[in-house]
């Protein structure tokens, strides 16, 4: 690359000219990433403080929880001790509770969403977009406008009976679950990963015979697994952190996931604050896990998906 002090371009002023402009533009570019890096610093430092903040002060014994402060002045581990005894509810129950939770919940909403992807994505019939743009709108509500309806819904099919102990455990977790298994974000995402699909591929799988299901399950499934991998990191966040829905829903605290029952840590009579940011540090370790190793899935199926 020739620089402004080279002979050969000191002798043309066009040449210096471009060369200037060039080496002014380099700067400005240096000049704005660096700015662009130095907010970008201060944003995650802002977003990023109150985990540390909750970190620190989960291994604080002593102290004031509510100080702003960089390091903690003590270190120990019997706010966690204290978490796993718990209070009210066992913390191992909690963790049980979330794993079948984000279980059920995870499975059932996937397999619905690329079930409902596929006809609005790859079949024609009338009224496919009308119903696909219908579905949509319905995003602009918030989730608390369907409580009630939920609810009515619930209590309606019987879900919070008390019969039988495994029966009413197993029918508290679809209490819980049930309301989210229709995602109009997961619709969204794999019908625009479907449409990127040839529809050759599709034709040629019907010529020979296969069935729309058989189609489903041998080319769109593996074709759209990226968007799969995504929106099941998606779903899995959202029903570890449930935490409105089940404490509304469930009249048995020891069927409450982690992030609805970890005031249970509290006690009836007495706050352990201390105790409830140990927990909080462990709701967050699975989360950080599942983003850790699913992260380029997670990036791709989104880029995917949108390029659709």
């Known amino acids: 690359m020739l620089e402004a002090s080279h002979p050969a371009i000191q002798n043309d002023p066009h040449a210096l000219l471009a060369a200037q402009l060039k080496t002014k533009r380099k700067k400005r570019r240096r000049l704005t990433d660096l700015l662009a890096y130095a907010v970008l610093i201060v944003i995650a430092l802002i977003m990023l403080y109150p985990f540390y903040w909750t970190f620190i002060t989960s291994i604080e014994p002593t102290g004031n929880i509510y100080e702003a402060k960089i390091l903690p002045q003590s270190v120990g581990i019997r706010n966690y001790a204290e978490m796993w005894k718990g209070t009210t509810v066992p913390f191992w129950r909690l963790i049980l509770n979330s794993v079948i939770i984000c279980t059920l919940g995870v499975s059932l909403t996937v397999t619905l969403a690329t079930l409902a992807a596929y006809p609005l994505a790859k079949m024609r019939f009338p009224g496919r977009d009308l119903i696909f743009y219908a579905i949509l709108a319905l995003m602009v509500l918030p989730n608390e406008s369907g409580l009630i309806v939920n609810y009515i819904t619930t209590i309606k099919l019987g879900l919070l009976q008390q019969t039988n102990p495994i029966l009413d455990a197993i029918r508290q977790y679809m209490a819980v679950v049930l309301p989210g298994l229709a995602s109009i974000v997961g619709l969204f995402l794999?019908?625009?990963?479907?449409?990127?699909?040839?529809?050759?591929?599709?034709?040629?799988?019907?010529?020979?015979?296969?069935?729309?299901?058989?189609?489903?399950?041998?080319?769109?499934?593996?074709?759209?697994?990226?968007?799969?991998?995504?929106?099941?990191?998606l779903e899995f966040v959202a029903y570890w952190n449930s935490f409105l829905w089940a404490r509304i829903m469930l009249p048995d605290k020891n069927m409450l996931p982690l992030s609805a029952g970890l005031l249970e840590l509290s006690g009836t009579f007495s706050t352990n604050s201390r105790a409830v940011m140990a927990g909080a540090v462990i709701t967050i370790i699975p989360i950080l896990i599942v983003f850790a190793f699913g992260q380029k899935y997670f990036m791709k199926g989104l880029e995917g998906a949108v390029k659709g």
């Open 190 to 233: 794999l019908r625009q990963a479907y449409l990127t699909i040839p529809l050759e591929l599709i034709e040629a799988a019907r010529i020979d015979g296969g069935s729309e299901l058989t189609i489903w399950r041998r080319i769109m499934l593996p074709l759209a697994a990226p968007t799969i991998a995504a929106f099941a990191i």
